[in-house]
């Protein structure tokens, strides 16, 4: 895709972000991505059909108009549900390309990997056959890299899937939150992978959608005590995305399955974007017995993960393309610049790998910051300091910083006091009174009147104050 249509639809991004707030954006915007673009049509996809139709009934005008701001002749966005099991190496390839290397280096992380993905992906067809949703066979406790955010989660998460039949349930349900992109799926998937591995319970990996869709049509079509049946014949029920089960009668009927499976002591997994208590449009009874099994929280990946993460994808990425290269300088930037989520860890390598296919050309440092600039989180503004607003304000109208304080009341110094305080109220989070008190012991009406002042000539002449922002925030 051309680099202008990705700053294009970063662009988009952050439009909707602000336009939707970070929290709805989280949830369903975080996973879209941009496939087409041409002047009339913009093509995106998303993971399920579920997210499909939500964005469809609730938000389709607000995205087109979010696009409209970058191109206006834009008439239509098209949404597709991309296909979530991503292909991987078959096994014989997997293992040439071993073969091609070794000898030049022993790596076998990465051989470690296509064999553990061949194993997965046989027991990701039993478990497909099961109803379950579909598993991507890289998602595994061998790709998983654990740190200091995501001990707990893993090691509970191993406890679960190594568990056998008639074993006492230590914690039903096991609950992990974290955001978008911090390996909830991941962890998930992994447990489903080794938990049919070991072949000793059935283990059903379900997306809340894929519940609902499920419990939906297996009512239209009479046959929800089969389903029910299906699920009751479950060992270890695992669902993903909790946050978008919704409807009284899917709930209720949620309740029933895990009240039945917890009480005859088969072990429930759950994954959110946020604890039970925050799960607002579940109902009660629920979300007590969520928050009665173990609660874990994965946080945001350190440095240390994201480099690990991304070293993990590299290895990878070499099963099929051996002679893909990423220098450890260039990790390293990755690591400490992308610091959203581990989606955009993948993202960055795979652009880097696209390039390196496509044009051949050696990954270097500089090509990487091209690649993945819009990735990249863009600095927090600088706090800025009340003293440091007086100190450029007084520089620039050539008055001194006393001459601020005073209770002068020139108009050379009127003006620029006024642009001070108004400043103060706009780029720190410091109440009137405060300012006031830090403006030589003003009133707090003194400061708002200066602050309304000023808004209304801002209004006229944005040049000014916009200058001086930004002497102040770089
Ligand atoms: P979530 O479900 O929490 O939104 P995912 O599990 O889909 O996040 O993770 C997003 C991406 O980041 C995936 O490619 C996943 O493999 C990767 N990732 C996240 N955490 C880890 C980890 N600890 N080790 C390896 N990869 C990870
Ligand atoms: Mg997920």
Not at 9 to 16: N, Q
Not at 68 to 95: C, F, G, H, W, Y
Not at 223 to 241: M, Q, S, W
Not at 424 to 447: C, M, N, Q, W, Y
Request: charged share 25%; proline share 4%; with cysteine.
């Amino acid at each position: 895709m051309a680099k202008n249509e990705q700053e294009c639809w970063a662009r988009v991004k952050d439009r909707l972000r602000s336009s939707v707030g970070d929290d709805v954006y989280n949830s369903w915007f975080a996973r879209v991505d941009l496939e087409q673009l041409n002047s009339e049509a913009v093509h995106m996809s998303v993971p399920t059909r579920f997210l499909k139709s939500w964005i469809q009934t609730h938000y389709a005008e607000r995205v087109l108009g979010c696009w409209q701001e970058e191109m206006p002749n834009l008439n239509r966005i098209e949404l597709t549900v991309r296909t979530p099991v991503r292909s991987i190496a078959p096994a014989k390839d997997a293992k040439a390309a071993t073969d091609e290397r070794r000898g030049e280096r022993s790596d076998t992380r990465a051989h470690d990997g296509g064999r553990a993905a061949v194993s997965a992906m046989a027991a990701s067809a039993g478990h497909e056959a099961l109803g379950g949703s579909p598993l991507d066979p890289r998602l595994t406790f061998e790709t998983f890299v654990i740190g200091r955010s995501n001990t707990l989660a893993h090691a509970a998460a191993r406890q679960v899937a190594e568990g056998r039949r008639g074993d006492p349930v230590m914690f039903n349900p096991l609950y992990i939150h974290a955001g978008v992109g911090l390996g909830k799926t991941h962890l998930l998937q992994a447990i489903t992978f080794a938990g049919n591995a070991l072949g000793q319970r059935k283990v059903l990996y379900l997306t809340a959608e894929k519940f609902m869709y499920g419990f939906v049509s297996a009512l239209k079509a009479q046959t929800a005590i089969a389903f029910k049946e299906t699920l009751r014949a479950i060992d270890v029920l695992v669902i993903d995305d909790m946050q978008f089960l919704q409807g009284k009668s899917t709930q209720a009927e949620f309740c029933h399955t895990l009240n039945a499976l917890i009480d005859s002591g088969r072990q429930v997994v759950i994954a959110a974007d946020r604890p039970p208590a925050d799960l607002e449009s579940l109902d009660d009874r629920v979300r007590s017995r969520l928050a009665g099994g173990l609660v874990v929280e994965m946080g945001s990946l350190g440095e240390e993960l994201r480099l690990e993460i991304l070293k993990s994808r590299v290895s990878a990425a070499r099963i099929l393309h051996p002679s893909f290269d990423v220098p450890l300088p260039v990790l390293d930037y990755l690591a400490r610049t992308i610091t959203h989520n581990g989606r955009d860890l993948e993202g960055a390598i795979n652009r880097l790998l696209a390039h390196n296919t496509l044009s051949g050309q050696a990954v270097t440092l500089e090509m990487a910051e091209r690649e993945v600039r819009d990735l990249v989180r863009p600095q927090e503004p600088r706090r800025v300091k009340i003293e440091d607003i007086q100190r450029v304000v007084a520089r620039q109208y050539n008055v001194s910083r006393s001459d601020l304080l005073s209770s002068r009341r020139t108009a050379n110094v009127v003006r620029p006091r006024q642009v001070a305080m108004y400043l103060a109220k706009t780029l720190t989070l410091r109440s009137l009174p405060e300012i006031g008190r830090r403006f030589g012991g003003r009133d707090h009406t003194t400061v708002l009147h200066a602050v309304r002042k000023i808004e209304a000539l801002v209004g006229k002449d944005t040049t000014l104050v916009e200058l001086l922002k930004r002497l102040l925030q770089d």
